[in-house]
């Protein structure tokens, strides 16, 4: 039996002996493409190359290519678990002709790979054609295939589209009966029934020849192409006679690990084979993109990354595994692919990290969601329902299954999987709206489209246009140079006042100006924008330019305050860019590049920038890493920064084509959108590899000697998987060594001791703090204890049960939760519930002895009840859960219910 990696490697090197360029599978995340979360096709690396806009050395190609169906119109994830074939994550096998062969070559390279060397037979292939496509029929007949095997479909199956207009053409594919020879039969080609299936697509031949007009018409393409897809685990299954693609090697492994982990045997791992295949795909899914740079997020491909991990963790509590595990399953996906995917193994720590840590901040989040979901759906009244949803079902509303994700990080594919369990549909619809009117609440708190009184976007875009039309401006726009010289003579063209356009401006008003040539850096790329001044050529007026933005493509605005005179439109002036500020931050952007490769080298090539921020004080750079730097690890990262500083490398920037620069090894922060020619820069010894290399639209110094210095302040966290530090070089060096050295003395002058004591002073005076602060909090807790006793003595019997229910002081929820300890450690069963005003709230925990929960008692559903009356939410496990409510006055209320709820549960 072939194993995965030799059915890889046997189509790869098929293709390489006939001519083909073996290409290596791009990363998951499309680099300049912004029509696409993920990479979905073998073709889209080559998007450009069959649409003209790109040559290539070579005109036919084979991958094998990573891919991602969990977006847009190709999304699996539903599919996965239930189904025998769906995947959110797998590899496409392809091979593309770029204008050099065509169907028959394809065909004919299909039928050999298929019978020659995967021993397929060709008594059990189906070949299907578009309903119209007599030429293909004809070729396939040529090769050998009778006209009893092919059979024609319609456009759904058989005619491919890249977009409603554009390049397309005829498809045939290529289906494998697994049944028993008395069964292959033409109807089960194309079957959709999943379960039920014994006829398999396997291969997707994709002939591109015409061109789609907007009203439909089709013309033949200058040059046809063909793009060719092969679903490898599906192959995988064939190969090695599985029933389903999770019976191939690719899967087994990783299962068997989860079944490890879950301590199941292997009947169990057999009827729970949902969940199972499940967590495998994720797993899988997760660290390949975590390897390719994504991390957990709530927005795009960063939400759909936490979304699947979070789905996965929810199957494994159906398996029992309530502790962190499925960073254990994906070391074992490592394990099995990294042999061809090399970058998970280099990247291994960093994947499993991430996983890791967000397996932890989870954890106890989906308890509490997944037990308020609960709730939900007892509140909609229903009984018997059906685990299968139709068209009677009863609707969750959309509202709640939102609150849902925004207060427990629940998302709606998790809710949803939930809801289809129990027979229940989601208000899909009102989600959405509630979705959006949660990020209209959010705009308009956080609103940059509004300034002032005046819709900015409309009145730079309307003033824009205007400028334009009265020859102005030229159809480009401005000229915009910042990268050369910090003066020049020019023309003001325009003036805003509050979006509105004036003639003149007088002193003191604050308006927005429009040159006809700009030397000032615009804010962009994390990099403020220059200040400086605009005056008359003759001396009659004086602006002071206080920022510099680029709201629109070609225009650049002056943020501007008349400091005298009267500027007119259409005036002459001379400008210039304050020079020792466009000094502080040439130098802090180009640390930042230096400093990002220092990181690299390092922490290792996952650190990814996730943003930055340069300006004249400092520089602030955020990237992909989940732990803390170690002290070591800040004093080696801020050693290589420094001396890449010292031996005084040049610093050059060119245009070049997007694509080579990346080839070459320039990085790119893949949130931006590029075009086909973007600004290099690079910095390095002449003759040597450069030692960093960035596409960039900032400005920089000439050489990192110009630096001066640098010295790391901060290093943090900012959000589950980016780390931030700041750094200040230069002059800002300086200054904060003076500072520091002013705030030691202050400190050494009230502790009364030399300054070159001042450290251990303080200390000494640490430790005294720290040891009272525990005197403190002991001689509470005793008092606390005290209190306590006495509280013990109201407990009652309710239906035999221990019960005590009492207001209490505490000063913290901590000490609240330990008080229920204390009352189990002198009544091995019973209920204990304790409330407190603390932080001017009312506070509740309510204990449950595991023995009653068999009865029925459950914290969390006592806990809600009881914290509903001070209007308070709450939740927890069967054993332990606590709540906070508003109404203080209500507490003592609250309490009394205890022994009522009690007694109704347990007769």
């Known amino acids: 039996m072939k194993l995965s990696n030799e059915i890889r490697s046997t189509f790869l090197n098929y293709f390489g002996r006939n001519g083909h360029e073996i290409v290596a599978s791009s990363s998951l995340i499309p680099h300049g493409d912004k029509s696409i979360l993920f990479t979905n096709a073998g073709m889209n690396q080559f998007k450009n190359a069959f649409l003209g806009l790109e040559k290539r050395s070579y005109v036919r190609a084979a991958t094998s290519q990573k891919v991602m169906r969990v977006s847009g119109k190709h999304n699996d994830l539903e599919n996965v678990g239930p189904s025998k074939r769906h995947h959110t994550f797998f590899e496409m096998l392809g091979n593309f002709s770029f204008g050099d062969y065509f169907k028959p070559d394809a065909m004919r390279f299909a039928l050999e790979l298929l019978e020659g060397e995967y021993g397929l037979e060709r008594e059990r292939m189906w070949f299907t054609i578009y309903k119209n496509d007599d030429e293909s029929e004809a070729l396939w007949q040529k090769v050998g295939i009778k006209s009893s095997r092919i059979l024609r479909f319609g456009e759904k199956d058989n005619f491919w589209s890249m977009g409603p207009t554009g390049p397309c053409g005829p498809n045939s594919e290529i289906h494998y009966f697994m049944g028993k020879n008395g069964d292959n039969d033409a109807k089960w080609v194309n079957n959709d029934d999943d379960q039920n299936e014994t006829t398999v697509e396997i291969w997707n031949l994709v002939f591109m020849q015409f061109n789609r007009t907007e009203n439909g018409e089709l013309h033949n393409l200058p040059q046809t192409g063909v793009d060719t897809g092969m679903g490898f685990e599906r192959l995988c299954r064939l190969l090695q006679g599985g029933e389903n693609n999770y019976d191939s090697d690719l899967f087994t492994d990783i299962m068997l690990r989860t079944q490890a982990l879950a301590g199941q045997t292997d009947a169990q791992r057999r009827d729970n084979y949902v969940p199972y295949r499940v967590i495998a795909d994720h797993a899988r899914a997760a660290a390949f993109l975590i390897g390719d740079g994504v991390l957990p997020g709530n927005v795009g491909r960063n939400y759909i990354l936490r979304m699947i991990m979070r789905r996965a963790m929810r199957y494994g509590q159906k398996l029992g595994l309530n502790d962190p595990f499925l960073y254990k399953v994906s070391d074992a996906v490592i394990d099995k692919m990294g042999g061809y995917y090399t970058d998970l193994r280099t990247r291994r720590d960093h994947i499993l990290n991430t996983i890791h840590g967000e397996e932890e901040r989870f954890a106890r989040a989906l308890d509490t969601g997944l037990a308020r979901l609960d709730e939900v759906i007892e509140g909609l009244g229903i009984n018997n329902l059906s685990s299968i949803p139709n068209p009677q079902s009863p609707i969750l509303p959309g509202t709640d299954a939102f609150r849902l994700y925004e207060s427990y990080g629940l998302p709606l594919e998790i809710t949803r999987d939930v809801a289809r369990e129990k027979g229940i549909v989601i208000d899909e619809a009102g989600y959405e709206a509630a979705r959006e009117a949660s990020k209209e609440v959010a705009r308009k708190a956080s609103s940059g489209k509004f300034v002032g009184h005046f819709d900015a976007a409309r009145a730079y875009a309307e003033a824009f ?302 430790i005294q703090l720290s040891e009272t602060q525990k005197a403190l909090e002991k001689a509470q807790r005793e008092l606390a204890r005290a209190h306590f006793e006495t509280s013990l003595a109201k407990v009652t019997q309710v239906n035999g049960i221990n019960v005590l229910s009492a207001r209490v002081s505490a000063e913290n929820a901590d000490l609240l939760r330990e008080m229920t300890e204390w009352f189990g450690k002198k009544y091995a069963s019973g209920v204990c519930v304790l409330g407190a005003v603390i932080a001017d709230k009312a506070a509740l925990v309510v204990g449950v002895s595991p023995d009653l929960n068999k009865r029925g008692l459950d914290a969390g559903k006592l806990i809600r009840e009881i914290a509903a009356v001070v209007d308070g939410r709450g939740g927890g496990k069967p054993t332990l859960a606590q709540a906070a409510g508003k109404d203080v006055s209500k507490l003592d209320e609250a309490l009394a219910l205890t022994a009522g709820l009690v007694g109704r549960i347990v007769k």
């Open 465 to 766: 246009d205007t400028l334009k039309a009265e020859g102005k401006l030229p159809a480009s726009g401005v000229t915009h140079n910042p990268y050369d010289a910090l003066t020049m003579t020019t023309t003001l063209v325009g003036i805003l006042r509050e979006g509105e356009p004036t003639a003149n401006a007088v002193v003191g008003e604050k308006v927005d100006v429009i040159l006809a040539a700009s030397p000032f850096y615009a804010d962009s790329g994390g990099q403020v924008s220059d200040t400086g001044e605009i005056h008359s050529t003759i001396g009659t007026w004086q602006l002071k330019v206080t920022g510099v933005s680029k709201p629109v493509a070609g225009l650049i605005v002056h943020e501007c305050e008349v400091l005298a005179g009267e500027p007119r439109v259409g005036e002459s002036c001379n400008v210039q860019v304050e020079v020792l500020r466009r000094g502080h931050i040439a130098r802090n952007h180009t640390a930042t590049h230096l400093l990002q490769s220092a990181l690299r080298s390092i922490l290792g090539t996952h650190v990814q920038q996730q943003g930055s921020a340069v300006s004249p004080d400092r520089l602030r750079f955020d990237f992909s890493h989940t732990t803390a730097l170690t002290a070591d690890e800040l004093e080696a990262v801020g050693d290589m920064l420094n001396d890449s500083i010292y031996v005084n490398m040049p610093v050059a920037w060119a245009q070049e084509n997007y694509k080579e620069a990346l080839a070459s090894g320039a990085m790119a922060f893949f949130s931006d959108k590029y075009g086909d020619v973007v600004r290099v820069v690079r910095i390095g010894q002449p003759g040597e590899p450069s030692f960093s290399a960035e596409l960039c639209g900032g400005t920089h110094v000439s050489r990192t000697g110009d630096i001066g210095g640098a010295l790391i302040v901060s290093e943090g966290a900012v959000a589950a998987g980016v780390r931030r530090i700041e750094v200040v070089t230069g002059h800002g060096v300086v200054e904060l060594a003076r500072k520091q050295t002013e705030q030691i003395a202050q400190v050494a002058q009230v502790l009364r001791v030399p300054t070159d004591q001042a450290i251990d002073a303080v200390r000494k005076l640490s």
